[in-house]
C-alpha cells in the first residue's frame, strides 16, 4: 500500500512540474510575439517619423516663391508674361 501512495505523489509532482513547464512555454512565446510586433511597429514609426520630417521641409519649400516659381517653370511648363517657352526636342 506504500508503493501505491508514493506513485501518486510522483504522478501529481510530475503533473504539476509539467503544468509549470507549460505555462512557461506559453508565456515564452506571447513575448516573442509581442517582441516582434514592438519590431514591426518601431520600423513603421521610424518610417512615419522620416516621410513627416520630408513634408515638414516640402511644406516650408512651398512658402518660398522662387521654390514656387520654380515648380510651375518645370513641373507645369508655364512662364512669365511676354516669354516665349523653349521645348527641346531631344527629350527621352
Known sequence: MKKRRF???IVITVAVIGYFIYVAVEQQI???NITQERIA???QLAKAK???AELKQEKE???DPQYIEK???EELGM???DEIPYVSSNKK
Open 79 to 81: 512662364t512669365k508674361k
Open 61 to 63: 519649400a512651398l512658402e
Open 7 to 9: 506513485n501518486i505523489f
Open 71 to 73: 515648380i510651375a517653370r
Open 30 to 32: 506571447y513575448i516573442n
Open 41 to 43: 511597429v518601431d520600423k
Open 50 to 52: 522620416k516621410e513627416n
